[in-house]
């Protein structure tokens, strides 16, 4: 079963929400609605997260993320469309059930995360889980934990206006982990951060990750942070969701110009794999040269590396030792470069080069 599912959710503000509904459902977009005094801001989406994914939306200011975000833990309620949890339709949950799962089974994390100045530390990882009415003890022993987790131990009893910005935000993230809540939504919680504490707090998250395996959505109107940390990626425009997949399909299969455009400015080398990039070897690969390999996981960047040390096309390889296939170098820097036509032959002069 899924963790989460959003079911044609649309959010109208304004008059006639539902006869705005009808229009939107027939095509009609944000601009035409406007006129009436109605905003628009979630469109028809659809989406499943998986138990233990990170799932992005991505787009502009505006486009109708946090929108949709408070939707999905019944902050908002949707003008239409229902929002699954763990298969229990959100939707339709009294006001009473609704709390108790938004204050056991979910967590937010925003921008500017409120930590209260005087609390301590421990006390303000721990406010969750006084929200909760966890004994004293339990709470503040599990906040301590979940600082720890955050690389914040040794830190419990300062005051946060002793921390730097970026370890408040741990410190956010901490009271978010420290409840034990299996979802986890995350709105921008990293984008007032410096470009480097940023990076950081996204290792952070990863890392985190691979032990929690929680359920997370992620939202941010940064590309290469959706690429970084999504396992899918939904691209939002004025409301719409316009493409739904992994980073590499959306870097290699961009929906529209829209999201083309966005895709100008990624690091391909750090998005894509040797699976994406690879083809299948003309000749059956000479098996046993000694030569360097990579795993179809090998993200560009290293299989340049590779590349470079490798006198012949690189082979790709599973765990068994099984050739998947090969990347030459012509085909490795036609992909950095966006450049994914075939190969064509130019002459200069009188003699003729073969770009194969
Ligand atoms: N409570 C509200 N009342 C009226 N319009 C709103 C309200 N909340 C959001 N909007 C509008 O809905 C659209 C989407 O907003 P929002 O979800 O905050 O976008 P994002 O998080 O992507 O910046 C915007 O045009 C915004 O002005
Ligand atoms: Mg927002």
């Not at 290699?252 to 699976?275: E, G, K, M, W």
């Not at 036609?334 to 450049?339: H, L, N, Q, T």
Request: aromatic letters at 4%; hydrophobic letters at 40%; charged letters at 25%.
């Amino acid at each position: 079963m899924s963790r989460l599912q959003a079911d044609h959710l649309y959010k109208v503000f304004g008059r006639r929400p539902d006869e705005a509904v009808k229009k939107l459902a027939d095509g009609a977009d944000r601009d035409e609605l406007r006129a009436d005094g109605t905003t628009a801001a979630v469109i028809d989406a659809s989406f499943v997260v998986e138990p233990g994914q990170i799932f992005v939306v991505m787009g502009l200011s505006g486009s109708g993320k946090s929108t949709l975000l408070r939707m999905l833990n019944g902050l908002l309620e949707p003008t239409a469309g229902r929002v699954l949890f763990d298969g229990k339709d959100l939707t339709a949950l009294s006001h009473r059930d609704l709390r108790t799962v938004r204050s056991t089974k979910i967590s937010m994390v925003f921008q500017h995360f409120a930590l209260f100045p005087h609390r301590s530390v421990l006390e303000n990882a721990a406010y969750g889980l006084e929200v909760q009415g966890v004994p004293r003890a339990e709470r503040e022993a599990r906040a301590a934990e979940a600082l720890d987790l955050c690389g914040l131990a040794g830190w419990e009893k300062s005051w946060p206006d002793e921390l730097s910005g970026g370890m408040q935000q741990r410190v956010g993230l901490a009271r978010a982990l420290a409840t034990d809540a299996d979802l986890l939504l995350m709105d921008e919680s990293f984008s007032a951060l410096d470009p480097l504490i940023r990076r950081d707090m996204q290792d952070q998250l990863l890392e985190l990750q691979k032990r929690l395996k929680k359920t997370i959505v992620f939202i941010t109107h940064d590309l290469n942070e959706a690429m970084r940390l999504g396992d899918r990626i939904a691209v939002m425009r004025d409301g719409r969701i316009v493409q739904l997949g992994t980073a590499e399909d959306i870097l290699i299969r961009p929906a529209n110009d829209y999201v083309a455009s966005f895709i100008q400015d990624v690091d391909r080398s750090r998005v894509l794999t040797a699976a994406s990039v690879m083809t299948t070897p003309e000749h059956p690969a000479p098996d046993s040269c000694g030569c360097e390999t990579v795993g179809p996981d090998t993200l560009v960047a290293d299989l340049c590396a590779v590349s470079a040390r490798v006198p012949h096309p690189v082979a790709v390889k599973d765990a068994d030792g099984a050739v998947l296939g090969v990347v030459p170098q012509s085909r490795l820097i036609g992909f950095i470069g966006d450049e994914q036509r075939p190969p064509v032959a130019c002459a200069t002069g009188t003699e003729v080069i073969s770009h194969a």
